[in-house]
T-cell receptor, first 114, second 115 residues
């Protein structure tokens, strides 16, 4: 069955700390991978995406993610977090197996202490 | 360019009633997807429409239905509401008709409370 697993439900960091959010997926086919962010009171927006090519992708606000095909992972990273990064982060997978639908992980709530 | 809009933004209903939610995609986008977001289950896929046809459906009971109009606007309907239907309902639109390599743009959601 298609699924996305995010390792941490809650993460608390101090400003300037490094961030890595884990994401593993189970999908029988070619996948396209996404990270979305939902800031408090705002709607879901795209952070970055991977379709093909360089497995290290860079997104907005200094975020990056690395696709490791052998590990079925797409971890999100940021070298130095800011208080404004406090949000919920969702990893998502989309492919054409079983139709065009996007499967989301359960989300990781990040809280950055000022 | 205007983003995805959803109406109403908030809704309170009682058990047994039905509800219709509306979504207007970004101009030019022809694919519309619906998701249910709850604290316990996260984001769960409901269905996706493209050119007025349902292209895919998630694992929700038949009480959840939807449709898409010729102008790409979409509605979803939930009949015989249950307490567990209380959630944030998100609509997302996308441009790429090939389906898999598409970025979805989300609306602000409709928050439904069932009493």
């Amino acid at each position: 069955a298609q699924s996305v697993s995010q390792h941490n439900h809650h993460v608390i960091l101090s400003e300037a700390a490094s961030l890595e959010l884990g994401c593993n997926y189970s999908y029988g086919g070619t996948v396209n991978l996404f990270w979305y962010v939902q800031y408090p009171g705002q709607h879901l927006q795209l952070l970055l995406k991977y379709f093909s090519g360089d497995p290290l992708v860079k997104g907005i606000k200094g975020f990056e993610a690395e696709f490791i095909k052998s590990k079925f992972s797409f971890n999100l990273r940021k070298p130095s977090v800011q208080w404004s990064d406090t949000a919920e982060y969702f990893c998502a997978v989309r492919g054409n197996t079983g139709g065009f639908k996007t499967i989301f992980g359960a989300g990781t709530r990040l809280f950055v202490k000022a | 360019k205007a983003g995805v809009t959803q109406t109403p933004r908030y809704l309170i209903k009682t058990r047994g009633q039905q509800v219709t939610l509306s979504c207007s995609p970004i101009s030019g986008h022809r694919s519309v997807s619906w998701y249910q977001q709850t604290p316990g289950q996260g984001l769960q896929f409901l269905f996706e429409y493209f050119s007025e046809t349902q292209r895919n459906k998630g694992n929700f009971p038949g009480r959840f239905s939807g449709r898409q109009f010729s102008n790409s606007r979409s509605e979803m309907n939930v009949s015989t509401l249950e307490l567990g239907d209380s959630a944030l309902y998100l609509c997302a639109s996308s441009l790429d008709p090939s389906g898999s390599q598409e970025t979805q743009y989300f609306g602000p959601g409709t928050r439904l409370l069932v009493l």
